[in-house]
């Protein structure tokens, strides 16, 4: 095994790994930055990721995904998120039309796991694990 490595003939020494700084930043934090997104950063406004809405302060933010960190981006960036966009559109799809939901507990009462992917929870029983208590119902809508 040799310590160089040849790019186009040219053969620089790897005497020593290369160093990359890098820097902790939660993706939440940036997707729901006030200082970046505006002081409604918390309410879901789907018309914010249209092209011509997307604040100045966002626009040079690297993303495959409307200026958001979910799927980084680049040659980094997730090899599946087209895929799971297509399931989320359709689950979400077939959910919303065919049922209603309601929460089964009262809003304040739900906390969220900073965990890779935050998870709910019941805030007055945090043993009980991970869950979202809701009322389901088939919509009444004759197709």
Not at 10 to 28: G, Y
Not at 79 to 102: H, N, P, W
Not at 114 to 125: E, F, L, M, Q, T
């Amino acid at each position: 095994m040799s310590s160089s490595a040849s790019v186009s003939g040219v053969l620089p020494p790897l005497t020593r790994p290369a160093l990359i700084p890098h820097a902790h930043a939660s993706f939440r934090a940036i997707n729901r930055s006030k200082e970046l997104w505006g002081i409604d950063s918390e309410k879901f406004k789907p018309e914010r990721w249209v092209e011509n809405h997307v604040p100045e302060t966002v626009k040079s933010i690297p993303a495959v995904w409307s200026n958001m960190m979910s799927f980084l981006a680049g040659p980094h960036a997730c090899i599946g998120y087209r895929i799971a966009l297509l399931q989320m559109k359709s689950m979400l799809f077939t959910l919303v039309r065919d049922f209603e939901f309601e929460l089964a507990i009262s809003s304040e009462d739900i906390g969220r796991r900073k965990n890779i992917v935050g998870r709910p929870y019941v805030a007055s029983d945090p043993g009980s694990g991970s869950q979202l208590p809701m009322l389901i119902q088939p919509c009444n809508v004759v197709v």
